[in-house]
Every structure is written in structure tokens, then in C-alpha cells.
């Protein structure tokens, strides 16, 4: 059986997850047969370009149509229109696998994971938090499941960039809370909150998140629309940080920035257990440095491209080092094969919703001034 | 003239400033004369001991005593001794050399930075952050000072020890709120805060820290009493967090632990501008990392040991790295100067003051749940 | 048109350029049509299967039909196959794609480049030094033909594998000087001579290596054969190293080993001038280390994922690293699109003779124990 | 007994050595008690000068009278002063203690080591390689010599300075043949060429090295003298690079050079045995870079501070980092304990003999285009 699948957007999203699709019979031959079906979009012109570019073999314009038609359903729009497309989806009874943050609100992620729920087990929903697909961080979560790290004290996590530190960068619906939800704090807190979660969440690490401080800042309050002779305000965060207290008495301390001059997509997290420590940074992905108390002194550089290093043996030989858009296709395997299987997937929309509430806590504690319980 | 000194304390700081002045005629020629005239402590064997060891001309049981005598104090004591004997030296006219944090409470350190005050500008009152005094944070605050980083938008501040992590590590005086006052926080986040006001704190940067958000954590909350069949309780943090806001809009996070495994004595600061960022680690102590947005894509690897690069003139030609005590052969050369010239030095007793009211306001946040200001 | 391409070969090599064949319309949307026409094997069995996996239209186990009816032919097949096919395509008019070393002789490789010049410019012929098609090299060589780094006095190269350590380790064809040539020599060092002369080898740089120094070593003699009782003969070195000099009065070092205790596929390269430096390593293919004397005192590590950094915009956003696999699209590209044009390619075989060259000279001056020419 | 210590030279080496000498009461209580009794030069007023600074009780400036009087005798000059005065002292009965390299020519360093053998083991004889007292080098040296990285295979040493890369700068004695007897060979290899013997030289690690093929380069032949309006020919090298093949079959590279831009006292070292491999460089002096294959799959970074590290105990606690020039108090205080003791010290004149005999070696080499087999 050959999976249809049904893509709303084409953008930076769209391209990372058809190269994705496109590269699995090759490397991972077990894979689900798919096929990329529909693109959708509102723009014809554009959308006809991208599909004929990333390979699909029909576009639409509507949506509402496609939910229902195609096998598989992936949610690329920017953050607004997450929700409704996905529901409808679900409703549907089709899976669906979204980009993250799950939504720009709290309720609205609510009523995803809601739907998700509805659709029952063997219908997937998927969060699209790809960084639990780099080799090195899989390779940490065996390392942290295996105890190697003991008790966790210490959780850092943080994602940094800089592309808005100009102010004269210009306005773009990633700066509006209406579209956006959030700034840094959604398109990269996300990332860095699942991370954390996926890592030390488990109950006999760090466990949940329990209590947060959240600190916003917006550096430049308006900013100029691009081709036109006006600005528009900042509506949303350029910076975040937070201080969590989990479940099981580990600290942590998260961060993201769009103003971190020099850094690009530096994403990193930092984690030290009573017998052992880790480090990690997505700019150096193939590498993770972990300092186990019984054997190391210091950190050792693992570099993670070793044959039983997890997904590598679809690859390269050893030391032959993969890139940003191989945990797509590490991601749309698994994503897939659960359809396929009519199984569960992880991180899903309760992983998104978990995520989304512990933003939420952030931003309300900023407001507040004062430490907010996740519930 | 010959300055007489007066030290009290012998153990590790002890050590580390008779070296230091013990090193100043042949690499500081033009520091003042100095004679390491009496030793103080309690044991009178143990100091007779130390004395030799260090060079002291005599010992004395009695600071009241010494405190008149000599031409400068030192007072290298635990922090709970800090307050009584620097005061009583300021009351005499004699200037005080004395160890961080400053004090164990906000009254005591309020207290000694009135004695300053009443002794006046040629009395100088020194507070011992020496990490001012590395050439390669001398040269990051040049480069802050010129505005080579522009706007400051963020600063992260921690200091990473590991040496409580093993929950059967003795219980000493640094674990007991009475003799110390708090633990992590105080003992290191001093540090960190005046290296933090020392490179950003000026109005023109980010200015001083306007409100904080606090977290301490004991992990471990009592510990056996060496040599005996009892514990006690750790009634100090093992560990802390903070979130500052800076008057000038910009944000930043600070951290210090004693469980870290793996780290010995990791005190790293990163500062992001709107034209540059830099790097700093206490255990690459020779090196700043710096990236000028003007010339820099990535940071650059600056060895701080040329000869025009800070203090480096006096030592050893490029290359030639130095170590973590030469900060006190530095902070010592300023600070004899000073009392010679009967002028000003810093970091002084404002200083210690200073950072003194930021740890207590992160105390008073992680109590109160609420972001505290710094008053 | 659609170029119809055939390929010798489908282990290692094979699946490297079907993965980038096959990225090509997404990522590289003006790079010609092809059709991953015919694969060429000899065990049918294991070729239908490749073919499946790979994309191939047709098999083939003859190679001779093969290059007369293709667009283009690929010889990726081990190195004593090398020279008879590709020859025999080019004799045909046909465009070549080979695999390095160029040859495991120096005679074979004369013939090769001979058969190259006599198809004719119009006739690409090229030899897959990949490694010149890395971003960071690319970006490298762009510095270096500004002059950025003046006048070159040094070059070090060296190439770092350890999968021959354990003296258990079966025997491979790559221990046969019949079928390999040579061992870490041929297999690595061609890499390395290659990096070395599209970087430094221009007139006003340092040139074509005029003279060398070798040494070669074989630290296990025989070697077990996997699944019988018997081993056989290690006829070719484990390890080589080699002195340059330069034509411009540059000096230069080289290095292989299969015996690198810890490293995987460690090629890097460093280069010193009159005005700055530089440092590569595959292990790390997306950064560069360059110092500018004129602007920096250290190094500096660039990330080279920027939008107008080699071939990055067809890929993704600024810090979204690339792999290892990437350079084979990269080459691909060029290859296809010089073969599309009729024009030239660089690396071509001409290319693969120099390289070859100076690993004769290597081995040659091993043998006689001084410094040898390379004509 | 205080050991009266005669100094000729009070440059550079004079100072870092009369600084190791007044720190050993405080850091090393057991090392014997030393008067700085004596500084030799031919500049009175310099000599002055220095010996006020450096804490000598008197001067000369006929070392003839020095040699015999004193109970120590340092030769702190340059390399054209190192034989006479070292071989009087030996046949005074004076011990000993020259810098490296032992002499400028292989003559004269024979007749330096005669001398040493001719006075007999109660009269220690040492060349002052002082990068074997660094603590990380000293652990490499345990790990080496308990067999931990197995067989050595490969071994890279190299030195990296740029003090001559900009052509004008100015001629010195260091520039001149019959003064320095070679450039970098001399200065910078001689410390290489001992670093490697004495870390892997034992009989059942790599052992002695056997042959060399050697490579000189001059890239400026003349160069201005400072201050007048001439210039002098460079008669040394300027960089040098060598490769070795040693007893049991390891092979290594070696490489000095000031020439190599950005490099400022660059000393690296790198080895790759069957069971793991290490890396150091002086400019990270606190750290080593080890892999054991047995528990580590990529290099760890140990901060060498730690209590049962080599000599770290005499000094700061964990994390501490000392500096280069605490490599000459470890240095002395393993002398002098030597001439107290009336014992054996090494790095002795054997070892300085051993190190002259290899970089004629490469000389040679260099001069007849082959290999030298080291006698």
C-alpha cells in the first residue's frame, strides 16, 4: 500500500520534509511507500512552482478537501493556521504530523491534542520537534535511560540566533503575536523545552517540569515592512530566559535569542546528573560530550557516526558526518512507519501541548513577576 | 617607606596573597616596598607553621591588636569573621585588603561599606574579586569600553564546581548559614556578579542590575561530620540561578553549582552586544574568544598574552601563558599602590556592597517567589 | 535532453552518487536531466537488489556495452578496474566519472589522462576528489586566490583513519597492492595531495610540489580472512608520510594512517602564509579556522552556512549544517553540468595524474631513502 | 646546608630560572635552601641591575672565578657560551644546569657530555628541557609508561612560532650560524626532539629514534639590523620539518618553524599507540587530550589540577591552572634535590647529547637529500 500524502506548506518546511520523503526508500528501504500526493497553499503561481520542484504530483488551494482524501496529513503553515487544518484532519480520521510550536495559544493547542485524543491511538498525531532525531541526542537519551548520569541536578538549554539584532531587519509575520503566538520563545523555546523534556523527562530522571520564572524582552519595538515606507510594532519576544524547578528537585535554566550576534542555530543543552555530565550543540551535531564520572575526568568528544550509533547504519561509514535535514528523515521515518502501522509516534500532540503549556507558564510568569506551577 | 602588612588568615588565601606579594619586587618593580610583618589566626602552632612557610616576620592571636600596628590589613578569615576586624582596621586609619563575598549578611557588608566611607578616599578599602585582574577579562572591558560590542543585550554569568556532588563530601563551614552566610551563591555568585557589574555594569553599557529572579536548591541536606560518627545539616544552598533585568534593557542569567560533576573551577561569562560578542572561561584563563560583527563571522581565539595586552609586559613574552595566581600578583600591585599613593582602588567595599545587595535580593526572590528589585 | 548515465559500481561509492543523482532536480533545479539509466556489476544478484535500492533503470554485467550506449559513465569501482573501462568510454566519446586514486599505477594513470586528452575538451574526464567540493574548502580556496593569506610557507595535510588497529581486523582487497595499488597512500593520501594542490597549487601561491620525501609503513603483515582459517599477505603501507618542497619555496608535510587509534575520517589541512592562516577538518566540514593576520590575533571559527558562502543557497538557512554527502551532490552538479555544456571539469584526470605523481614519488623516494623529484 | 647558586645570563632564562628559585620555599618546603648567590655577564651595569631585580647577592663578570666557587653552576647564556664554561664548572665538580640546546654544534656537545660523564653521578649534570616538568606531560609519561596506549605507532611533534614572519624584522644572534648554531632546528626542535624521547623513547614503547629525513628552509635570507642601516644574512633556518622512523617501527613527523603565522609558542604533541592515542599543546598547558580505547570513543579533555596529579599538589586546589613558568620550578626543585642528594637528574647532558645527535641528524639529512641513521 502506497501512502498519500498531503502537505500544506512549501516553504523552508515544506522543502525540509519532501527531501525527507524523497529519501527514504534509499536509506531507509523499510520505510512506508509514500506518495507525495498535494501540495497545498493559497498562492497558485507559487504553488504550482513548489510542486513541481519538491516533487508533488497535484496542488490544491483547498485544505478542507485534502484532510480528507489523503492518508497522511502534514501541517507546514506558519503557527495560525496550525490548528483547524490539523483538527479537521483528526476529525477526519486522518493522521497528521505538524510543525512546531503545536499552536500560538495554550487553548489552541489544547484543542489539538483534544482531537488528537479523539482520533484515537492508531490514528498519529505528530509533533514535528526534529531534534529528537539527531543521532547524538538519541545516543544521550540511551546514556540518561541507562542511569550513566545518575540523579539529575542541572538542566541547560539554550537557542540562540541573531538574525533580528539589526534593527533595521525587517518586520515579518515572526514578529507578530497574532500569527506568531511568540517570538523566541515559540519558534526556539519550543525546541529546547521538548529537548529537555525528551531527555530528562522520564520519572526516574528530572521528571516534569514543575514550577517556571519566565523573563521576556522585546530589543526593538517596531520595525521597518519590507518594500514598503513603514514599520509595524514588535508585537512578541526577541528574548526569553527561565528558570525551571522539576519534579524531582533538578534545576534548569532555559534561554533563546534572536539577538545572540554571531550565532547562527545554536542550539544546546547541557545536563549534569550525580555521575555524569553532557553537552550538546546543534551547530556541531555529529558530536555529543559526555563525561561519565567512573571512567572520565574530563568531557570526551564522542563523535556519533559510529555503525551501532542509533540510525547511523542507514548512512555512512564511521566519521562520515550528517547534516541538519538528516533528522527529517529520521523524523519522517518513525512518523511514517506509525502510520503505517496504525501505532503510536512520539513526540505527539500531548508532547506539543506539554511544550505549549510550560511556554505559556513562562509568558505568564513574566507577566506576573513571580514563579507559575505548570498544572 | 616600607609597608608592613598585616594578614590575617593562613589557609588557601593565605597562601595565594603572600605569593602574590612575596612575587612583586621581581616582575613589579615599581610596587611599593612591602614586609609580610605579622601573620594572624587562632592556633598558635599551625600559624608559627604558616608563618615560616609564608614569610611572616612574626604571628599574633590578637587582630584587635594587629589592626592599629600595621600599615595595611588583610583579612582572609571565613566570611563570618570579615566584618568586625575590617571595621575596627578602617576605624584606625588602616587600609583593609578583605576576601569575598564582602560579608555573610546585607547588615554586616552595609556596615563595613560605612567604615569605608568614614575613613575616606586615601584609606582604601579593597574587596579581593580577583578576577578582574585576569589580563584576558582587562582586555574583554577594554573592547566594552571602545564599544566594540555596541548595545549589551545579553550576559550570562556561572561558576561550576563539582566537589559537593558525592552526598558523603564532609560537612565544613561553607555548608552552615551561620559561619557563611549562604553557599554557592555566595561563595562563587560573588564572583560572577562583580565580574558581570566589572565588564557591563558601567552606564554606557548595560548598566547596574535592576531586578532579579532567584533559585537555590539543596540537593543534599546533610552531610557526615569528618572524623566522627555524625552529621550535619547543610543548611546553604548547594546551588543557585538567577534572571537579571539591567537598567539599560538588557537580560541576563546567572548560575553556580557545587554539584557539577566533572567541573573543578569553571567560571565562564558570554556577553552578546549589538556589534560583537565574547567568551570567557577561568579554565582557559589565558584566552578570550571575540567575534566583532564588523570583522568577525565566527569568534576568534585570542591568546591574551601579548606584550601590550594587560599586565602581560611584566611577565613572560607571547605565548607564555600564565596561571590562575597570577590574578592575585595583579590585584595585590593595585591595590599596595593604592594604599601607597592613598588613593583609590577598586573593586572596594562599594563593590563588595554591591554585589552583596545582588545575592541578597536573589535570596529574598527565591523566598518570596517574585522578582526582587535591587534597591 | 536527458543524459542517460551508467555506473560501475554499487557498494560504498555507489550509493554516494545515486544519493546525490537523485538530490539533484530538488536542490540544484538548473542542473541537467539524467536518468539513472544502467548499473554495471558482475554478481547479478547483488546488482538487481543495488539497482532497486539505487534507482536504476537497467543492469548490466558488461561493461563494454555499457559505455558505448550512455550519456555518461561512472567507474566507481575499485581501483584495478579503473583505467580499461574508463579508457574505453572515453575512446567512445563518452564523458567519465572516476573514482580516486586515478589508478593503482602511475603507467595506468598516464594512459588515462592520455585517453582524456585525445576525447578532447569537449569530453569531460573527471576524477572524484570530492573533497574539493566542501563549502569550507571551497570558501578557503576563495581567501587563498585573494591573496588573503599571502605568500605560503607552510602546508600540512594529513589524513587519520583507524579501522586496520586491531591486528584482527580482516583482509581486504585494500591490502593488495595488485588490486589497491597502495594503502593508506593511494586510498587517503590521494585525497590529500589533491586538497593540497587545488588549494595552495596556483603559480602565485606555492605551486606544484617539486620534490618529496616519503616513508611508508606496514605495522601488521598478514591478516586473517574473514570466515576462513587462513590469512593472507598486507602487500601495501598502513601508513605513509611525506615531505614537500613546493615549487615557490613553500614546505609542506603529509600523513595517512589506518592506524590512528580514535579517528574515524579525520582529513584536515592547515596552511600558513605570509598574512594569516587556516585549519580544516572533515570531521568538522562546516567550519573553517582563519586567521587574517591584519584582523585577528587568533583564530577565528568560521561556520560556513551562510547564504552567500559556496553552494549554501541552494541548501538551507545559515546554520543548518550539511554532511559529508553533500559534497557528492556539489560534484555531481558540476560534473553534470560540464557534461551538459561540453565544457570543462575540474578535478580531471589530468589532475588525477599529478596526484598520482607525487604518490609515486612518495613510494619511489621510500624505496630509494632520499628526496625524490616529481617530473 | 644552603647551596650557593652561581647564574651566568639574566635574560629571559635568568629570570625564569631566579623566579623558580625564590618560590621553592613557599610551594616545594623540602627542596634545599639555596642563596642566589652570584650573576655572571659582561654588561656591569646591566649585570647590576639584574642581580638587584633577580635577588642575587653579588656579581662577576669572570665566570672562570664563578665555576668554582659556588655550589651550582647555571648556564643560562646563548648556545655559542653553553661548552666552555659548563665543562670547567664539570671539572671543578660543580654541578651543573645548561639550557637547551646543549650546544651549537655536535662537537662541542660531546665534549659537554664527556665532561659530565668524567665528573661522575654524584655530580649531576642537567640540560634544562623544561617542558618535561609540566604536570600533563608528566601524566601523559605515567600513561605511556603503564602501557595504556599499547604499541606506538605514530608520533607528531611540532613548534609554531611567528616572531620572523614579517621580513623586517630585526637580525639577532639567534639569525646566526656560528652564535645559535641552527634557527628553529636548534631552538625549537632541540625541546621537540627531547619532548618525544622522553615520552615514548623507553625500550618497550617506541625506543630511540633510528633514522631522520630532514627538511630545512630560510624564507628571508637577510635581515635588518636593528637600529642601523645594514642588513645581516640569515645563515640558520628559518623552519624546519623532519621525519623519523624509530627502533620498533613507529614513524613520526616533526616540525618547528617562525614562520607560522598567529602561532605564538605553539608546542604540540601527538601520539596514536594500539590502545589509544594523546594530544598537547603548550598553549592549553593545564590540559590532555587522551583517548583509551578500552573507555573512550573520542578524546577526552583532562584538566591536569588535579591533588594526585604530578607536582599539582605543591600548588592550588582542583581547577587552578598554574602557568609555563611553573615548569621551572619543578624543574629546579628536581635539580637541586638532585645536587643535594648528590643523585642522578635527568633530562642530563646524555639526554641534551641525545637531542644534538638527532638534529645533526636532520641536518645532515637535509644537506645529502636522504635518510641518516642516528649513531
Not at 119 to 141: E, L, S, W
Not at 150 to 156: L, N
Not at 350 to 375: F, H, K, N, T
Request: proline letters at 5%; aromatic letters at 10%.
Amino acid at each position: 500500500m502506497t501512502l498519500e500524502v498531503g502537505v500544506l506548506g512549501y516553504r523552508f518546511m515544506g522543502k525540509a520534509h519532501a527531501n525527507a520523503m524523497a529519501r527514504l526508500p534509499m536509506f531507509f528501504p523499510d520505510a512506508p511507500e509514500i506518495e507525495r500526493s498535494v501540495l497545498v497553499g493559497r498562492d497558485e503561481e507559487a504553488l504550482a512552482d513548489a510542486a513541481d520542484r519538491l516533487g508533488f504530483a497535484s496542488v490544491s488551494t483547498d485544505w478542507g478537501e485534502v484532510v480528507d482524501d489523503v492518508d497522511v496529513f502534514y501541517n507546514l503553515g506558519p503557527n495560525h493556521v496550525h490548528a483547524e487544518p490539523s483538527i479537521a484532519a483528526l476529525e477526519a480520521g486522518t493522521p497528521v504530523f505538524c510543525e512546531k510550536p503545536l499552536a500560538p495559544t495554550l487553548e489552541a493547542a489544547d484543542a489539538m491534542a483534544e482531537a488528537a485524543r479523539d482520533a484515537g491511538d492508531d490514528v498519529p498525531a505528530g509533533c514535528a520537534f526534529n531534534y529528537r532525531f539527531v543521532p547524538a541526542i538519541r545516543y544521550a537519551k540511551r546514556l540518561l535511560e541507562a542511569g550513566e548520569l545518575g540523579e539529575i541536578h542541572h538542566v541547560r538549554g539554550r537557542y540562540l540566533q541573531d538574525w533580528l539584532v539589526d534593527p533595521d531587519a525587517p518586520w515579518s509575520w515572526r514578529n507578530d503575536e497574532e500569527l506568531a503566538g511568540s517570538g523566541a520563545l515559540g519558534d526556539l523555546g519550543a525546541h529546547t523545552v521538548d529537548l529537555v523534556r525528551f531527555l530528562v523527562g522520564d520519572d526516574d530522571l528530572a521528571g516534569e517540569m514543575e514550577r517556571v520564572s519566565g523573563h521576556l524582552q522585546t530589543f526593538v519595538d517596531e520595525r521597518p515592512v519590507d518594500g514598503e515606507d513603514e514599520t509595524r510594532p514588535v508585537t512578541v519576544d526577541d528574548a526569553y530566559s527561565a528558570q525551571l524547578a522539576f519534579e524531582n528537585g533538578a534545576m534548569g535554566t532555559l534561554e533563546a535569542s534572536r539577538f545572540a550576534t554571531g550565532h547562527k542555530n545554536d542550539h544546546t543543552v547541557e545536563i549534569h546528573g550525580s555521575e555524569g555530565s553532557l553537552r550538546f550543540s546543534l551547530e556541531r551535531l555529529n558530536e555529543l560530550e559526555v563525561l561519565r564520572a567512573d571512567e572520565n575526568r574530563g568531557y570526551e568528544t564522542i563523535l556519533v557516526t559510529d555503525e551501532d550509533d542509533p540510525y547511523v547504519d542507514h548512512w555512512w561509514p564511521p566519521g562520515h558526518v550528517l547534516g541538519w535535514e538528516h533528522t527529517f528523515v529520521h523524523e519522517n521515518y518513525e512518523f511514517l512507519s506509525a502510520v503505517e502501522r496504525g501505532g503510536e509516534f512520539a513526540p505527539n500532540f500531548e508532547d506539543g501541548l506539554a511544550a505549549q503549556r510550560v511556554l505559556a507558564a513562562i509568558e505568564e510568569s513574566d507577566d506576573r513577576g513571580e514563579w507559575v506551577s505548570i498544572s
